[in-house]
């Protein structure tokens, strides 16, 4: 058996109180024990966040060149270790390989563009309506960032959350889910190899229960990111807002690619197929709804049938799309199948298991027609390769249909008719619209997050958008 990884608290590298561990399993065969962490306790967590209000004043004193040069020499590390660092995501979580590639490399990028980032950081100089004065800004962190991140983007999310929170000064504590937490320990181990100061980064693995809520309760903690389901979400924003503290949420969707009369069908196809089942549709972007004109429906669903049919299903390592990450995730998914059967929806593709891939928590891309849009697969988020294909006659229709969810994280619309598609940006209810392309994958230096139950849509994450979280204004009157 592996022997367990260790939390990360004030510098150093702990074991629970408990004694206890988690273990963590491949998911293409469950019967592998790939990693084993910490179980933790709240006086685990407790002792980090003790560990991180110790260093916050410290770190806020440091130059911002001087926090960028540790963030800089972080990313050459993760740099120099991309390929043990993608063995370990996909023994985790289960990616297909060049997904988590990229995974990693998005993580390395986004190191490198807060190291360039911290050395701007300052303020704004203004016209006093006097001589004699200076009036100006300066931008100050909030203190203590508490960072709860999912199993979906192990890696990738941990360093778009901590990488600004460290860029402006903040002293950190981060709960990585315990399906897949190794990516964001390895986080830990470029940090502390590049000289970051003791408990300016503490990374606690174990149960939300324990760790998160401890986090969240603490009267040291001054800010929350969190990126996970909806129910949690909530509840972890208003534990967050009722204590006092700045709160940033960013969970579930239910994104539709809305396919126009213009379309081309296997374009649209390619472009659903890609953003439905890559990442073996464990993403909050994922597009889980088709919504397709009449005139190309039935060409649509003939090809996209043809795209899911074609994915090779394996490990990550071997094939295109790699399994769910776990048991429960994949018998939430096999469930919604079910209840699209009963509710009256057609399976046109998938809706199984491979009978050739032993015990791994593997699904086929699943695609279902006659889809009408009040049917549970049409309203509730899946997080699973499963497509629902509704048909519409009008342009009109289709975005009533595409806005008539409780979320509303990303869109897109694949259309031949340019005042179609800037029409779509303006009637989309999503905080990401995309005109001709999937709704998954982003861009690092813009902003991210959603509107209704996908987000709190007080704060997005992502390039300055990321800064101004972690940072507070002051505004000075300088008179000499």
């Excluded at 919504?291 to 994915?311: G, M, P, R």
């Amino acid at each position: 058996m592996p022997d367990a990884n260790k939390n990360y608290v004030g510098g150093a590298w702990t074991t629970t109180e408990t004694g206890e561990t988690l273990d963590v399993v491949n998911p293409a065969d469950p019967s592998e024990v790939v990693a084993r962490y910490q179980q933790s306790s709240s006086e685990d967590a407790t002792e980090a966040v003790e560990a991180a209000a110790e260093a916050a004043d410290e770190w806020a004193a440091t130059p911002g060149p001087e926090r960028g040069t540790v963030l800089r020499e972080a990313a050459k590390i993760l740099d120099d270790k991309k390929d043990e660092l993608t063995d370990e995501l996909v023994a985790e979580e289960g990616k297909a390989r060049p997904e988590a590639a990229g995974e990693v490399q998005r993580a390395i990028d986004i190191f490198y563009y807060y190291a360039q980032k911290a050395s701007d950081l300052g303020g704004n100089r203004k016209s006093p309506s006097a001589a004699n004065k200076d009036l100006y800004t300066v931008q100050e962190p909030v203190g203590v960032a508490a960072l709860i991140t999912p199993w979906n983007y192990p890696i990738a999310i941990p360093a778009w959350k901590l990488a600004p929170a460290l860029a402006t000064g903040n002293a950190v504590v981060l709960k990585p889910a315990s399906v897949a937490p190794g990516p964001a320990v390895s986080l830990a181990e470029a940090l502390d190899e590049a000289g970051l100061p003791d408990g300016v980064l503490n990374v606690v693995t174990g149960p939300g229960s324990e760790v998160a809520n401890t986090f969240v309760e603490a009267d040291e903690v001054d800010a929350v990111s969190f990126t996970g389901s909806s129910q949690v979400g909530e509840m972890v924003y208003d534990q967050a807002t009722d204590n006092g503290k700045r709160a940033q949420m960013e969970m579930g969707g239910k994104n539709p690619t809305v396919v126009a009369s213009s379309a081309d069908p296997e374009e649209a196809a390619e472009i659903v197929a890609s953003g439905g089942f890559g990442t073996t549709g464990q993403s909050c972007t994922a597009c889980s709804r088709a919504i397709v004109h009449e005139d190309v429906y039935d060409e649509f669903v003939d090809a996209l049938v043809d795209q899911a049919e074609s994915i090779e299903i394996g490990p990550g390592n071997e094939a295109e799309m790699g399994p769910q990450v776990s048991e429960s995730e994949l018998e939430g998914t096999l469930e919604y199948i079910d209840i699209a059967e009963e509710e009256g929806a057609t399976l046109a593709a998938g809706g199984g298991q491979p009978d050739d891939l032993g015990d791994g928590y593997y699904v086929e891309p699943t695609v279902f027609t006659d889809v009408e849009r009040d049917y549970r697969i049409a309203q509730e988020e899946v997080f699973g390769p499963v497509v629902a294909v509704i048909k519409v006659g009008s342009y009109e229709e289709g975005v009533e249909v595409a806005n008539d969810v409780d979320y509303g994280l990303s869109s897109s619309i694949v259309t031949d008719d340019h005042s179609e598609a800037k029409q779509f940006i303006d009637d989309s209810e999503a905080g990401v619209v995309k005109v001709n392309e999937k709704t998954t994958g982003l861009e690092l230096h813009v902003p991210f997050g959603g509107f209704k139950r996908s987000s709190s849509e007080t704060w997005r994450e992502q390039g300055d958008a990321g800064i101004d979280f972690y940072t507070i204004s002051k505004t000075v009157y300088d008179s000499y």
